[in-house]
């Protein structure tokens, strides 16, 4: 079996999009705590610190997220490199171990959406019961 240097490449521009996507979701949940923060330091309101444990845990899984994808890109890097020397079984196990790393780091993504899918349901329930009433 061989792999050309080429398939390692295949995952940077990949990689690389969903690194940013990560970042974007992360900074901007940690805009909503610094905020959800300020007002659970006024009103001390217990829904609202149920919000932040929430908002923790996402932010938790997504520092999860980009470090398997970052270790990814790191792995097809060096598996590119090691593919350049010609140590073909070796870089075809850095490659798969790249992109398993992929996979670790879109699996959490899938339960990170579904964390906050999840929650925006429960703050959506309220305006469902709202309307049943009506």
Known sequence: MTLNIETPALLFS?????????TNRFLTIAQIVR?????????????????IKNLNLRLTLIRYMQLFGVLSLFLSVFGMLVLFVEWQLIGIYIFGASMLCLLASLGISFWEISISVNALRVHLSDLIEKDKTN
């Open 35 to 51: 905020g959800l923060k300020k007002t659970y330091d006024m009103e001390h309101n217990k829904s609202i610190l149920i919000e």
């Open 14 to 22: 990949a990689t690389s999009l969903i690194l940013l996507a990560y």
